[in-house]
């Protein structure tokens, strides 16, 4: 049966759920304060990069059944209202700023029908969905009692799309109280995924809230414990590579995420590990996520790492040298700069006194946006000519099949640090590169 649903906050994770679920059936609304970023959306153009998004505004804008809206109000006759705004960390805390998403309920509930479920996606402390709903109760018309429900998002970037329609769970967390009317309600939202055999976890709101934070924690501490390994694996001359193919045959560890290299950025996993260490703290159980400290400054480390060897294999100074660095987003597939591990050791080179060009297929805009004194190309070419030392910081497919040949023949010296363990060895050193990575032994 299709609904009409209303998507608030278009972001990353609005435009691309505001879309998919118009692609689904149903009639959307799609709203944001941000003007600009609507008429853009209206006009069939995302303001992020994100593959297949443009394909797929132009698939359904077409059929009338998404619309976006600057007016809260223009939202009032849907059955489910989706809540997709930002969570950033505060300001010099490493708490979640959940203001939007109350912000949000609040203006939303004088709208709100006693049959409308709203529907909270944004990442957010455990505790928060149970406050929400007693302020957005406070500010419903009198004689509608305030559904709520928390379905959690677990989209990478890159792959927005089909974990958006095809994740490998559905959670919802419900209030007992409407437990059997909610379900059913989020049921018919997902009906198309659901029948294919999409399993779904129904759960309490605290289960459901904490559900991401834990995955993005654990996610975050795999990733880190490579890259742990990977500092033994250089002071004993360990292929740290090798060392990951190994260990993840083994099906109760697995191979993913366990890709040494720069580390983690993004708009989730640092802020996630922080936010949830600082509610953990409030609840009193600070003592169970000391770890995730640990995870964080072993993130940290490898960035710095990264222009020590640059600096090594420049003799033991970075000033003056030409220094291109491959990549800026923090993952491939993005034009996310947010927290990238790429433009912290670009920066880093700058500072330490390198001339710096960095090139990014779809991020060059970003970049800028963010650190205006980088010189950004998205000139491939002209970001080799000269250089002294390539950094390859965001495995882009194009940087993983690029002609090892035919860029030696562009720099000034022929040196090569791979952060992100993704070129070929083989090809790369034949060509006449000298090769280094992190965790990686010298040849």
Same mark, same amino acid.
């Given at each position: ?11 990353? @994770? ?9 692609? @689904? ?30 394909e ?15 007016e809260l ?6 059955d ?10 505060r ?10 998403? !109350? ?6 509930a ?13 990442t957010? *402390? ?5 406050? @929400? ?7 419903? *018309?009198?004689?509608?009692?305030v559904?709520?429900?928390?379905? *959690?998002? !677990? ?9 958006t329609?095809?994740p ?19 049921d018919?939202v ?27 924690a654990? @996610? ?11 500092e033994?694996?250089?002071?004993a001359?360990g ?17 993913? !995420? ?12 640092p ?12 609840l ?43 990549g800026?987003? !923090? ?15 670009a ?7 390198a ?5 990014? *297929?779809?991020a060059?805009?970003?970049a ?41 023949t ?34």
């Open positions: 049966m299709a609904l009409t649903v209303s998507v608030i906050g278009i972001g990353y @994770l609005g435009s691309v759920h505001a879309a998919c679920m118009a692609d @689904l059936g149903h009639t959307v609304i799609a709203v944001d304060v941000d003007a600009e970023k609507i008429a853009a959306l209206a006009g069939g153009h995302s303001p992020i990069y994100e593959p297949g998004l443009d797929l505004l132009a698939r359904v804008l077409p059929t009338g059944r998404l619309t976006f809206t600057t109000a223009d939202a009032a006759a849907a489910v209202h989706f809540i997709c705004v930002g969570t950033p960390q300001e010099g805390e490493p708490a979640a700023d959940v203001s939007a998403v !109350f912000a949000v309920g609040e203006g939303l004088p709208y709100l029908r006693g049959d409308a479920l709203v529907v909270g996606k944004s957010v *402390p455990v505790g928060t969905a149970a406050a @929400l709903r007693a302020r957005m109760q406070q500010r419903a *018309p009198e004689g509608v009692s559904r709520l429900a928390w379905n *959690p998002e !677990f989209l990478q970037e890159g792959h927005a799309i089909t974990d329609v095809s490998n769970r559905f959670v919802y967390g419900v209030d007992p109280r409407t437990r059997d009317a909610d379900v059913a309600l989020l018919e997902y009906a198309v995924p659901l029948s294919a055999g999409m399993p779904r976890i129904v759960t309490d709101y605290a289960t459901a809230e904490l559900v991401k934070v834990a995955a993005n654990f @996610l975050a501490t795999k990733i880190s414990f490579i890259n742990a390994m990977s033994v694996c250089e002071a001359g292929d740290v590579v090798a060392l990951a193919d190994a260990i993840g045959a083994d099906e109760r560890i697995g191979r993913a !995420f366990l890709g040494a290299g720069v580390g983690f950025g993004g708009g989730c996993l802020k996630d590990i922080r936010a949830f260490m600082a509610r953990a703290g409030e009193g159980a600070d003592q169970a996520l000391t770890f995730l400290r640990e995870v964080d400054a072993i993130n940290f480390r490898r960035r710095s790492r990264m222009v020590d060897l640059a600096r090594e294999e420049l003799g033991g100074s970075l000033r003056d040298r030409r220094v291109t660095v491959l800026a987003a !923090f993952k491939p597939d993005s034009d996310d700069v947010r927290d990238s591990p790429a433009l912290d050791v920066q880093a080179c700058r500072s330490a006194g001339k710096v060009v960095v090139h990014d *297929p779809k060059v805009g970003t800028r946006a963010a650190h205006p004194l980088l010189e950004c190309t998205e000139d491939l070419e002209a970001a080799l000519r000269g250089a002294e030392i390539v950094l390859l910081l965001t495995a882009w497919r194009q940087y993983r099949d690029m002609d090892p040949g035919w860029a030696v562009l720099v000034e010296t022929p040196t090569v640090v791979d952060g992100r363990n993704a070129l070929d060895v083989g090809s790369w050193r034949a060509a006449g590169w000298r090769y280094r990575a992190l965790g990686r032994p010298t040849i």
